[in-house]
């Protein structure tokens, strides 16, 4: 299973990205998608998290109410949108797969995910 992030790049405090998650050989409707992101010195934090099966969405408090997930199931594509962008949002952005479905419990442990893409940057200036 391959996983394409991209999307990231260099941006001012306030303004938006949208990072996209290609999974071209996945049954995505089986998986639930997962972002996760890596600032320096840092653990990997969980962000967001869809499962298109259940119709189910998760956000990190971090980030509510800035950043949307969403999938193109035709695409077989996963869409982070964000909004009002902080200069700690500077990390490393990472989408990973679980197959199966995903709960508030769970969702943000990055060892319940099998499959990870390769990462993309996102640098907010303030």
């Known amino acids: 299973v391959q996983l394409q992030a991209s999307g990231g790049g260099l941006v001012q405090a306030g303004g938006s990205l949208r990072l996209s998650c290609a999974a071209p050989?996945?049954?995505?409707?089986?998986?639930?998608i997962g972002w996760f992101r890596q600032a320096p010195g840092k653990e990997r934090e969980g962000v967001s998290c869809i499962s298109r099966r259940t119709d189910s969405t998760f956000y990190a408090d971090s980030v509510k109410g800035r950043f949307t997930i969403s999938i193109d199931g035709a695409k077989r594509t996963v869409y982070l949108e964000m909004n009002s962008l902080k200069p700690e949002d500077t990390a490393v952005y990472y989408c990973a797969a679980h197959l199966g479905h995903m709960n508030h419990r769970n969702w943000y442990r990055r060892l319940n995910y099998r499959y990870w893409g390769q990462g993309t940057l996102v640098t907010v200036s303030s």
């Open positions: 050989g996945l049954t995505i409707d089986n998986y639930s």
